[in-house]
């Protein structure tokens, strides 16, 4: 590994009471040429910090005594220019955007890949060596999403940077992706979380409607106004307002939206006298906004103006290592709003719902646990307790196994030319496709991709050197 972004020898101290994890970062760090100390408590780093300080710190969320949280509400005060990296098991966005509001320069999930982590220390250091001090944001209630999937850690890494901010974000995701839970998770961690937050659907208020029912009306501007109506962007002023659905939008309205995205300045329907608001907009779409843009469906300059912080929900089904973790999360959530016993899946009726392609994503999920939770008969649910299209399977194709056919075909052929080593010619290219096609479905994450595949991760990165895969 090069070193090329770090000036001279930086010092970095690990923490962590698992004595693996500092071996295994220990001896990452110290090839990648840093001066490494590992600790295995936050107090023993701290009494050494009253001696000399790390360029950077590495630390585990959760240890006996001192935590991660509690290590870096310390450091906030006594060495606030250290950029702190906070490692953890605890995939969720709660541990997420705790770590960053506290002040964490990162949030790296276990497992994690070396390789990444070394990197990242080295972002740090160039970070603490550039930035003279750090700001400290308080802390506030994080919802409660969790996930695993490195799409879902994308996510809370953008909650926990935005915690901060009170910029326009857009929310793309299929229905069922908890596209209203991350906006509320963006709120509920803004700085305008004690103002309003109002939420409207466009697509569910009718297109004759929706303009009233966003800018208001004054009294007799139309046929039914007995009254003067305050619109939504009134009661958000000073706070956030949460735009669902904005790819359905009536392009009529696209304009007068654009206006007050640009000048916070708008007329209510039938008005005179031009009102000026201060609102945060939090949008969201199931609709693919490019598409809509180029048929002349959705203005291109209101889509530039929403597409500043762009945030991807995953579909459930690209998130499938979460639904065992989920289901048992709605369980319980379903029991205890009906004052019984939370049941548990099986063993095979969890493998089972983790082949369903999950049409309505994670809400369809809830919705099939609360069901489970009323009508299935027993404490433990099998296979046979799921609705008709989970324990059938119906919408997961069976494929023909055509590629032992075609494999069969290229063997025989090979053999029929006189080709030697066949077997090593065959099965480098066989070993080339399922690496190629399951580090394009993690995302170039080697240590998921050696997981899934059933490898260690330095096998992995033998094979991929051996065969010279480009993963470029």
């Not at 770590?99 to 250091?125: C, H, N, T």
């Not at 929403?306 to 998130?319: E, H, K, S």
């Not at 090593?424 to 496709?433: I, L």
Request: glycine share 6%; charged share 25%; net charge neutral.
């Amino acid at each position: 590994m090069t070193n090329s972004s770090v000036p001279s020898v930086a010092r970095v101290w690990v923490i962590d009471d698992d004595a693996s994890i500092r071996w295994v970062l220990e001896k990452a760090l110290q090839r990648a040429d840093l001066d490494v100390r590992a600790f295995a408590s936050a107090s023993e780093a701290l009494n050494r910090l009253a001696v000399t300080s790390p360029d950077v710190i590495v630390t585990d969320i959760r240890m006996p005594e001192l935590g991660g949280l509690q290590l870096l509400d310390r450091l906030q005060q006594d060495a606030p220019q250290i950029p702190i990296i906070v490692i953890t098991a605890h995939t969720d966005l709660d541990s997420a955007v705790a770590s960053y509001r506290r002040g964490a320069f990162e949030y790296l999930p276990k497992p994690f890949d070396i390789d990444d982590a070394v990197a990242l220390v080295k972002r740090a250091i160039d970070h603490s060596r550039n930035t003279k001090s750090r700001i400290d944001v308080p802390l506030s209630r994080p919802p409660g999403i969790i996930g695993e999937a490195t799409a879902m850690q994308d996510v809370f890494r953008a909650v926990g940077r935005l915690a901060g901010s009170d910029m326009n974000v857009l929310i793309l995701g299929e229905s069922g992706t908890g596209k209203e839970l991350l906006a509320q998770a963006l709120y509920d961690n803004s700085p305008r979380n004690g103002n309003a937050y109002v939420a409207l659907n466009t697509a569910a208020i009718p297109a004759e409607l929706l303009e009233s029912e966003l800018f208001g009306h004054e009294r007799g501007a139309f046929t039914g106004a007995h009254a003067q109506r305050i619109g939504r962007f009134e009661q958000a002023d000073g706070g956030t307002l949460f735009l669902d659905e904005i790819g359905d939008m009536p392009e009529a309205l696209q304009t007068r939206l654009l206006r007050v995205l640009s000048d916070g300045q708008f007329y209510r329907v039938g008005g005179h006298r031009q009102l000026r608001v201060d609102v945060r907009i939090l949008a969201a779409t199931n609709q693919n906004l490019e598409a809509r843009v180029a048929e002349g469906r959705f203005r291109e300059d209101l889509y530039h103006r929403l597409n500043v912080i762009r945030i991807a929900l995953p579909p459930l089904r690209d998130r499938r290592d979460d639904i065992p973790t989920l289901a048992r999360n709605f369980m319980a959530q379903a029991a205890a709003q009906l004052n019984v016993k939370a049941k548990s899946l099986r063993a095979d009726t969890e493998q089972q719902i983790c082949r369903y392609d999950w049409p309505g994503n994670v809400r369809q999920l809830e919705n099939v646990c609360r069901w489970l939770t009323v009508m299935a008969p027993g404490q433990i649910v099998s296979i046979g307790d799921l609705p008709p299209e989970l324990s059938h399977n119906q919408n997961v194709p069976h494929e023909p196994r055509v590629w032992q056919r075609e494999l069969r075909r290229i063997v025989d052929r090979q053999l029929a030319l006189g080709e030697l080593n066949i077997a090593k010619r065959v099965g480098e290219e066989f070993e080339r496709v399922l690496i190629e096609s399951t580090l394009h479905y993690t995302g170039g994450h080697r240590q998921d991709a050696a997981r899934r595949l059933g490898w260690g991760r330095n096998t992995l990165t033998r094979k991929i050197k051996d065969l010279d895969i480009d993963i470029s």
